[in-house]
T-cell receptor
């Protein structure tokens, strides 16, 4: 299964509410990143948190990382209709050949209702 | 800067046909990647390259080949397309930073259907 798995798979909220998405992973990491994907488009990088960091902020985004639980959460505050998208976590890790690679989760589909 | 571009945007193939997807980046990035995205499965790494003339296998390399003859281009080839290769293909690029991978910049995707 995927290294990163997001929870919930889908989330529907009203504009102005906060949205929280979670990501779990299986192996040790150097960093964890969150990406956003609008329907039919490529992914866009949102924020990176290193393994020695516990929390990071960027505008309305807040990311936490708990390496002991191998999990991360993405909080979007005061959501807007334009935040409607799929959100993916990505972790770096070692492939079986010993080289670094990215592993993406399956994503959370967020819908913000106006 | 155009960033990462992909051609074509859409393609329909018949089983057994071959095709090449082209990815180009103008950010002077060393690393380039090819992913496929299928419903409910996130992105899976097909092949990647850490520099001109070098390529490596990702998670799902079977049925695909790649080449990185020029730093700015990364080609993905399907020699004999199969219906299981129906997917959306994304190219990405990034700078190398030590031994860890950082922000990736993605192209708009190529939607491929194999009949």
């Amino acid at each position: 299964s995927q290294q990163g798995e997001e929870d919930p798979q889908a989330l529907s909220i009203q504009e102005g509410e906060n949205a929280t998405m979670n990501c779990s992973y299986k192996t040790s990491i150097n960093n964890l990143q969150w990406y956003r994907q609008n329907s039919g488009r490529g992914l866009v990088h949102l924020i990176l948190i290193r393994s020695n960091e516990r929390e990071k902020h960027s505008g309305r985004l807040r990311v936490t990382l708990d390496t002991s639980k191998k999990s991360s959460s993405l909080l979007i505050t005061a959501s807007r209709a334009a935040d409607t998208a799929s959100y993916f976590c990505a972790t770096d890790g070692l492939s079986t050949s010993g080289t670094y690679k990215y592993i993406f989760g399956t994503g959370t589909r967020l819908k913000v209702l106006a | 800067n155009a960033g990462v571009t992909q051609t074509p945007k859409f393609r329909v193939l018949k089983t057994g046909q071959s095709m090449t997807l082209l990815c180009a980046q103008d950010m002077n990035h060393e690393y380039m990647y090819w992913y496929r995205q299928d419903p409910g499965m996130g992105l899976r790494l097909i092949h990647y390259s850490v520099g001109e003339g070098t390529t490596a296998k990702g998670e799902v390399p079977d049925g695909y080949n790649v080449s990185r003859l020029k730093k700015q281009n990364f080609l993905l080839g399907l020699e004999s397309a199969a219906p299981s290769q129906t997917s959306v293909y994304f190219c990405a690029s990034s700078l190398p930073t030590g031994g860890s991978l950082y922000e990736q910049f993605f192209g708009p995707g190529t939607r491929l259907t194999v009949l």
